[in-house]
Structure formats: structure tokens, C-alpha cells
């Protein structure tokens, strides 16, 4: 099994900035890669960033240029969100992949993010 526990997220300005952590514990040497998914009132949950064992990445378009996903070697996953809008408010939650990233095998608990106009 994995635990994943994420921590950050809030209230923050157009604009702003913001850091959000994922820390994975148990079975983490089986996990292949990593994302990080959003969440809108009434939309289906989508992946927006993603990081293979590799350090391949992957970034949903609306977000290139703006988030960037990393890993250390603590296990710990992290979303850096700058240039903030109010299209990012959302549920955000983390996941991890025994292989691939089609198809999520564990979830962290997710963490609001609200960016205000």
C-alpha cells in the first residue's frame, strides 16, 4: 500500500503564488510516477501534471509555462503554481502510479485551491 498526504493549498490573489506538497509513505519503490489532478464543481477530475521516476513530465496545456511538478528524494511531490487565475480554483489532488499515468492507483486526500479576480 501507499499513503499519500498533501498539504498547502488556500486562499490566494490573481496573480499569486502557490506550493503544494505530497508526501508519499509504504510501498513508494514500486511507484513508476507521480501527478497532480484538479477538480472543478461539476467537471470531471483532470490530470495536469505528471512525473515519471525518469523525470519525464507531462503538463495539461492550460498550465505549461505557469506550474511546474518536481520530486525529491524523500518521496515528497510538489506542484509550484504561479501567475495564479481564477480558472485554477479547484479541488487539487495528488496520485500516484504503480505504471503509467492513465490510470491512477492511489490518491492523496485533495486540498482546496481558491484564486480570487
Known amino acids: 500500500q501507499v499513503q499519500l498526504v498533501q498539504s498547502g493549498g488556500g486562499l490566494v490573489q490573481a496573480g499569486g503564488s502557490l506550493r503544494l506538497s505530497c508526501a508519499g509513505s509504504?510501498?513508494?519503490?514500486?511507484?513508476?510516477?507521480m501527478g497532480w489532478y484538479r477538480q472543478s464543481p461539476g467537471k470531471e477530475r483532470e490530470l495536469i501534471a505528471a512525473?515519471?521516476?525518469?523525470?519525464?513530465t507531462y503538463y495539461e496545456e492550460s498550465v505549461k509555462g505557469r506550474f511546474t511538478i518536481s520530486r525529491d528524494n524523500a518521496n515528497t511531490l510538489y506542484l509550484q503554481m504561479t501567475n495564479l487565475k481564477p480558472m485554477d480554483t479547484a479541488m487539487y489532488f495528488c496520485?500516484?502510479?504503480?505504471?503509467?499515468?492513465?490510470?491512477?492507483?492511489?490518491w492523496g486526500q485533495g486540498t482546496q485551491v481558491t484564486v480570487s479576480s
Open positions: 512525473i515519471s521516476n525518469r523525470g519525464n
Open positions: 509504504g510501498r513508494m519503490s514500486s511507484i513508476d510516477a
Open positions: 496520485a500516484a502510479y504503480f505504471s503509467g499515468i492513465t490510470s491512477p492507483d492511489f
